[in-house]
């Protein structure tokens, strides 16, 4: 077989090959994305001119969300809000309009506190999106129905804190568990070290205690 001809097959199996890496590449990069995204995932390919486009901009917000210090809330302040928004529940039955506008800013405030930029409305959805896409198209509904709140119905202000309440609980919990689990290892830590300490002392309390019998050459 002539020489040209080995090179230009060992060629072609190299394309051919690297065809076939991109290809899989790309499925596993589009199946990532739509788990993780969910139904934003269809929406942004809706929105954008091919699937290729819309999945890297779904990696530029993944990029973005790494950029950000995201952080959960401290046991106290998962108590504070949830006062907050008792209190914000309790306004809506005699000024359900207030209300709705209060609970958005309530949701902006715990935003705010986790580490999420709160300017800009669209830059707020694309943030959350990554970590928080399951409960996005409620804070879409929401919003919508708190710019019109002054002239919405009693029954479309209700329905606009019932999908707030889905996105603050959403934000509230996400990451309680490793709050907790922190938490834990520095309460066993600490706990670890007094009782050690306390061993230490107890140990030392009874060896004073005990009578000491010294030697006197034998007799």
């Known amino acids: ?3 040209w001809l080995i090179v230009l097959i060992v060629v072609v199996a190299v394309a051919v090959l690297g065809a076939v890496i991109w290809l899989v590449t790309q499925e596993m990069q589009r199946k990532r994305l739509q788990q993780r995204f969910g139904p934003e995932y269809d929406r942004a390919v809706a929105e954008q001119d091919s699937p290729r486009a819309a999945q890297r901009e779904l990696a530029e917000r993944e ?11 401290s046991a106290s302040a998962r108590e504070r809000y949830a006062r907050e928004w008792a209190q914000v ?27 999420y930029p ?15 896409a399951k409960t996005l198209e409620h804070y879409r509904a929401a919003h919508t129905a708190q710019q019109k709140r002054d002239g919405a119905s009693t029954e479309d202000l209700r329905d606009a804190m019932v999908r707030y309440r889905t996105v603050f609980e959403d934000l509230l919990t996400d990451g309680a568990d490793e709050t ?6 520095h309460h066993d830590r600490r ?17 004073s205690a005990t009578p000491r019998t010294e030697s006197n050459g034998g007799r």
């Open 1 to 3: 077989m002539p020489t």
């Open 63 to 73: 990029r973005r969300h790494k950029e950000l210090d995201i952080r959960p809330l």
């Open 89 to 115: 529940q309790e306004k809506f039955v005699d000024q359900p309009a207030d209300a709705v506008g209060d609970a958005e800013r309530l949701l902006n405030s715990l935003m705010a506190e986790r580490g």
């Open 118 to 132: 709160t300017e800009g409305y669209e830059q707020q959805l694309a943030d959350l999106s990554v970590r928080h």
């Open 180 to 185: 907790r689990d922190h938490d834990r290892d």
């Open 191 to 207: 706990n670890g070290h007094d009782h050690d300490r306390a061993d230490r002392h107890e140990t030392e309390r009874q060896a």
